[in-house]
């Protein structure tokens, strides 16, 4: 019994000393894959991420301007269905190299200007009503001025997925229009573009509101 339980004892022992050996290297190997994620500063300017948002910046001035100028072509549907999807790369490449204030700029700012643009575009041919052309003009510009004044208090108003979703459906509302096959579904146009008009209208106020959450929070703990 006594010999038994020696034994166990030591067996305890001898698992303890594995594990204890085994924690420090699993934590220099956390620290070593985090130091590899992390390939350049915050204040980086030439990334990949970086690169793959100016290439989208550069052309969707092109890709705006053949919209307004054809409307729904093969052509047009897969250059917008490109700008699209290269918004998931250059996150995914941030995500990787880790973020930068300059990416952090440039990437909502191509996000708007396509989203902006895309609408205009389509508001000329009158595919689009102006009233959802200018609730989205509006939001987008005003809430990136609202969230600059936050940050220079030291507010953060990130993105959450509701307006992950907004972006999505303003992609979808334009990219529809612009797919030949769809292109006589105006009911489903006009379904899918005043759900993102409502997610865009609702993902605004939610923004403000935790920024007034934020301010006051930050009032009260400062009295």
């Known amino acids: 019994m006594t010999s038994g339980a020696s034994g166990a004892r030591s067996d305890r022992r001898e698992r303890s000393a594995l594990a204890s050996e085994r924690t420090p290297a699993s934590r220099v190997s956390r620290l070593a894959e985090s130091e590899r994620v992390k390939r350049f500063s915050d204040s980086a300017i030439a990334t990949p991420a970086n690169f793959v948002t100016v290439a989208r910046l550069v052309l969707a001035v092109p890709t705006l301007l053949l919209i307004a100028d054809r409307g729904s072509t093969w052509l047009t549907?897969?250059?917008?269905?490109?700008?699209?999807?290269?918004?998931r790369l250059d996150g995914w490449l941030a995500r990787r190299d880790g973020a930068t204030r300059s990416g952090a700029f440039l990437d909502p700012l191509a996000d708007k200007f396509l989203v902006i643009g895309g609408f205009f575009a389509l508001g000329l041919r009158g595919d689009f009503s102006w009233a959802a052309?200018?609730?989205v003009a509006v939001r987008e510009v005003g809430i990136s001025i609202y969230r600059s004044f936050a940050g220079r208090r030291g507010i953060s108003l990130p993105a959450l997925q509701m307006g992950k979703w907004k972006a999505f459906f303003q992609f979808l509302a334009v990219g529809i229009v612009l797919f030949p096959p769809t292109y006589e579904w105006a009911t489903v146009h006009d379904t899918i573009l005043w759900i993102a008009i409502a997610l865009t209208v609702v993902s605004a106020l939610d923004i403000v509101r935790r920024g007034w959450k934020q301010q006051t929070q930050r009032a009260a703990d400062a009295g």
């Open 133 to 135: 052309v200018t609730i």
């Open 77 to 87: 549907v897969t250059l917008w269905f490109v700008l699209a999807c290269t918004d």
